[in-house]
Structure formats: structure tokens, C-alpha cells
């Protein structure tokens, strides 16, 4: 009754990740539970997620084959598409989220474009990102994913501009009704690395450090997030969220109108299952408490890899 934080079920974003082939339910050693999963088997997965009453899904897609501009990302038959029309045909009430970024689709492994330091910028030893000339891919990466029947639209690479850039593609091709859940504050965090063999998204050199934030500012963070707000954002997310919490919750309070979404990321996952497996911590204990933290501090919505277990748990008390 005096309780001041509730936990539910509809409270979580399942993620899932999606790749090529038929039966595939490949496991990801670092992160316990978690698969790479072929389209065929994601009519089991939509059906357990809404039996625990999950309401959404966040995809990410594996695709055939890497070049330097991501080619898969905004093709009709690319992975996530086809997954998109798979989860909609199966279970048309799931919500179907889908990330937009570059990373997993570039050989390289960058979040944009590269630039050819051959060509301009001959004093640069290394590519760095381009970020206005990816914003055009973004948005039609955005689009495509939503003539697949995506219901909302998640951009993750942090350029800027790319929420404008995404809002204004998305209205041109009628579907202004599509919201942006915007990944506006991410930091440069080592919490990414077991997401990074899920996703076979690691930056081939270099680090994302150009365009994500340094986990040393906070007021960055509003600023950051004001910039998506003024671009058109429907949803903000702080990334990762165990560490900043503090970030989470100044967000709720300078920005009260928007739904506010946390990302408890694959290291944060990894590190509960790997201790819970030596009999560390009480896995259920500590999964609870921390996804009531990141409530408590003023996450709406948790995406996590622990959906499933938690609302089991929820269910059972
Ligand atoms: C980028 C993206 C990343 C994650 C979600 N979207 C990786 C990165 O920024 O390096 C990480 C999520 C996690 O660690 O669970 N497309």
C-alpha cells in the first residue's frame, strides 16, 4: 500500500536478436539465455513474451553480409524487416521496436559512414565517423523498417540530427504516426562488450568515444536530451542504466512530458548472470531490486535482458 515504486511486467522491452537461416537458436556465451535467433522461431518467442505479459520487443538485426555502408539495413528483405512482418503476422498486438544504427551492418563496425582518408582529409590516418552523410541512411534505414510494419523506430548511433533527420523521412512517406524512441543519452560505456558478440557489432578500430557521451558528464545529458526533444523525440532513453541512475533521474524531472525508457545493457546483464552461476548473488533477489532501482529513479520502461525471468518472478508473488 506504501509502497512507492511498482514493478510490472508491461513495464519491459524484450530485446531480440535476429539472423539468417532456419533453427537457428544460437547461444550467446556471454550473456546466458540470450540467442541469436532465426525467423522461424519467432513465433514461440512473440507467443512467451505475451503470455508473461510483455508488451514489446526491441530488434536487432544479424545480416548476411557487412560493407562499408550497412546495404542490409534499408533493404525490404533485410533481416529485421523480414522479422518485423514475421512478429506481426504471428502476434499483430506486440509491439515491435526496432534499433536503427549503422554498427551492425557495417564492416567496419562504426555507428556511420566513414570518411576516405584517401580523398579529403589525407592528414588523417584513420577513417573517422560522417556524420551528416549518415543521416540519410539512418532515415532510410527508419523508413524501411517501418513499410515492414515496425511500430516504433529506435534510433542508437547518437548523431546529430538524426532524430530531425528520421522524423522528417518517416512524415514524407506517411508515418508521421510512427513514434521515435531516441537513444539520447548513451554513453561511452565498457557495459556494451557481451552486446558486441551478440550483435557482431565491434568497431574493427577506433572506439565510439567522437559520438557517444563521456560517462563523466551529467548536465551533457540534459542538453543532449533537450536536442532530441527539440528534434521531435516521443520517447528519451538514458544508456546504460545501473550507472546512471543519477542521469535517468534528472531526465524525469527536466523532461516529465516525455516517456523516459533505461537500457539495462548487456554488461549489466552478464555481470548478474555470471555471479548468480558461482552462487554469488541470488539471481531473482538481485534482478528485482535492480529493475526497481531503475524504476524508482524514473524509468517508465526498461529494456532488458531480463524480461522474461523478471516477469515470471513478478507473476509468481
Ligand atoms: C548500437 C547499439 C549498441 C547497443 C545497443 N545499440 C552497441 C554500442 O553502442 O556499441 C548495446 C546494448 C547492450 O549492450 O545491451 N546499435
Same mark, same amino acid.
Given at each position: 500500500? +506504501?509502497?512507492?515504486?511498482?514493478?510490472?511486467?508491461?513495464?519491459?522491452?524484450?530485446?531480440?536478436?535476429?539472423?539468417?537461416?532456419?533453427?537457428?537458436?544460437?547461444?550467446?556465451?556471454?550473456?546466458?539465455?540470450?540467442?541469436?535467433?532465426?525467423?522461424?522461431?519467432?513465433?514461440?518467442?512473440?507467443?512467451?513474451?505475451?503470455?508473461?505479459?510483455? *508488451?514489446?520487443?526491441?530488434?536487432?538485426?544479424?545480416?548476411?553480409?557487412?560493407?562499408?555502408?550497412?546495404?542490409?539495413?534499408?533493404?525490404?528483405? !533485410?533481416?529485421?524487416?523480414?522479422?518485423?512482418?514475421?512478429?506481426?503476422?504471428? &502476434?499483430?498486438?506486440?509491439?515491435?521496436?526496432?534499433?536503427?544504427?549503422?554498427?551492425?551492418?557495417?564492416?567496419?563496425?562504426?555507428?556511420?559512414?566513414?570518411?576516405?582518408?584517401?580523398?579529403?582529409?589525407?592528414?588523417?590516418?584513420?577513417?573517422?565517423?560522417?556524420?551528416?552523410?549518415?543521416?540519410?541512411?539512418?532515415?532510410?534505414? $527508419?523508413?524501411?523498417?517501418?513499410?515492414? !510494419?515496425?511500430?516504433? +523506430?529506435?534510433?542508437?548511433?547518437?548523431?546529430?540530427?538524426?532524430?530531425?533527420?528520421?522524423?522528417?523521412?518517416?512524415?514524407?512517406?506517411?508515418?508521421?504516426?510512427?513514434?521515435?524512441?531516441?537513444?539520447?543519452?548513451?554513453?561511452?560505456? !565498457?557495459?556494451?562488450? *557481451?552486446?558486441?558478440?551478440?550483435?557482431?557489432?565491434?568497431?574493427?578500430?577506433?572506439?565510439?568515444?567522437?559520438?557517444?557521451?563521456?560517462? $563523466?558528464? &551529467?548536465?551533457?545529458?540534459?542538453?543532449?536530451?533537450?536536442?532530441?526533444?527539440?528534434? !521531435?523525440?516521443?520517447?528519451?532513453? +538514458?544508456?546504460?542504466?545501473?550507472?546512471?541512475?543519477?542521469?535517468?533521474?534528472?531526465?524525469?524531472?527536466?523532461? *516529465?512530458?516525455?516517456?523516459?525508457?533505461?537500457?539495462? +545493457?548487456?554488461?549489466?546483464?552478464?555481470?548478474?548472470?555470471?555471479?548468480?552461476?558461482?552462487?554469488?548473488?541470488?539471481?531473482?533477489?538481485?534482478?528485482?531490486?535492480?529493475?526497481?532501482?531503475?524504476?524508482?529513479?524514473?524509468?517508465?520502461?526498461?529494456?532488458?535482458?531480463?524480461?522474461?525471468?523478471?516477469?515470471?518472478?513478478?507473476?509468481?508473488?
Amino acid at each position: 500500500m +506504501v509502497r512507492e515504486t511498482q514493478l510490472a511486467p508491461d513495464d519491459f522491452i524484450y530485446p531480440l536478436f535476429v539472423t539468417h537461416g532456419r533453427n537457428v537458436r544460437q547461444p550467446i556465451n556471454s550473456m546466458p539465455g540470450v540467442f541469436q535467433l532465426s525467423i522461424d522461431q519467432l513465433a514461440q518467442e512473440a507467443e512467451s513474451v505475451l503470455s508473461l505479459d510483455i *508488451p514489446a520487443v526491441l530488434l536487432f538485426g544479424i545480416p548476411a553480409a557487412k560493407d562499408p555502408v550497412g546495404l542490409e539495413n534499408f533493404a525490404a528483405e !533485410g533481416i529485421v524487416q523480414q522479422a518485423v512482418r514475421a512478429l506481426k503476422s504471428v &502476434a499483430p498486438e506486440l509491439l515491435v521496436i526496432t534499433d536503427v544504427c549503422l554498427c551492425e551492418y557495417t564492416d567496419h563496425g562504426h555507428c556511420g559512414l566513414l570518411n576516405n582518408p584517401d580523398e579529403h582529409h589525407a592528414h588523417l590516418e584513420e577513417g573517422y565517423v560522417l556524420n551528416d552523410e549518415t543521416l540519410p541512411i539512418l532515415a532510410q534505414a $527508419a523508413v524501411s523498417h517501418a513499410q515492414a !510494419g515496425a511500430d516504433i +523506430v529506435a534510433p542508437s548511433g547518437m548523431m546529430d540530427g538524426m532524430v530531425a533527420a528520421i522524423r522528417t523521412a518517416l512524415d514524407a512517406h506517411d508515418f508521421s504516426h510512427i513514434p521515435i524512441m531516441s537513444y539520447a543519452v548513451k554513453y561511452a560505456s !565498457g557495459f556494451y562488450g *557481451p552486446f558486441r558478440e551478440a550483435a557482431g557489432g565491434a568497431p574493427k578500430f577506433g572506439d565510439r568515444k567522437t559520438h557517444q557521451m563521456d560517462p $563523466a558528464n &551529467a548536465r551533457e545529458a540534459v542538453r543532449e536530451a533537450a536536442l532530441d526533444v527539440a528534434e !521531435g523525440a516521443d520517447f528519451l532513453m +538514458v544508456k546504460p542504466a545501473l550507472a546512471y541512475l543519477d542521469v535517468i533521474h534528472r531526465l524525469r524531472e527536466r523532461f *516529465p512530458e516525455l516517456p523516459l525508457a533505461a537500457y539495462n +545493457v548487456s554488461g549489466e546483464y552478464s555481470m548478474v548472470k555470471a555471479a548468480a552461476a558461482n552462487g554469488w548473488l541470488d539471481e531473482q533477489k538481485i534482478v528485482l531490486e535492480t529493475l526497481t532501482s531503475i524504476k524508482r529513479a524514473g524509468a517508465d520502461l526498461i529494456i532488458t535482458y531480463h524480461a522474461k525471468d523478471a516477469a515470471q518472478w513478478l507473476q509468481q508473488r
